[in-house]
């Protein structure tokens, strides 16, 4: 069974630091690139951060670039979101996702979910 589990969420004023983390099991990320995702209250889920399997090379949505920086740890089947200098309109629900059979940035082709944490950015 894989199960993606996101924890480190929480509330943290404007211009605050939060680091997500997502434990992988089922697959390795040696195989598998990671995204995370992002969905606020009446909104539709928003792609954010993007790392390859097979290289460091990563991808981001404009919103967050500059700001957030996406890792992974194939050691210890391990990704994680360093979110730096946070808005308030970055308040949402942080998904991180694996198995894409599309788009990088395509909620839709990404075939396993963690359940998601919530990051809530105070003004």
Not at 45 to 55: G, L, P
């Amino acid at each position: 069974e894989v199960q993606l589990v996101e924890s480190g969420g929480g509330l943290v004023q404007a211009g605050g630091s939060l680091r997500l983390s997502c434990a992988v099991s089922g697959i390795s990320l040696d195989d598998h690139a990671i995204g995370w995702f992002r969905q606020a209250p009446g909104k539709v889920r928003e792609f954010a951060a993007w790392i390859a399997w097979n290289s460091p090379a990563t991808k981001y949505a404009e919103a967050v670039k500059d700001r957030f920086t996406i890792a992974r740890n194939n050691a210890e089947n391990t990704a994680s979101l360093q979110m730096n200098s946070l808005k308030p309109e970055d308040t949402a629900v942080y998904y991180c996702a694996a198995y894409s059979t599309g788009p990088y940035d395509s909620a839709g082709h990404y075939h396993y979910w963690g359940q998601g944490t919530q990051v809530t950015v105070s003004s």
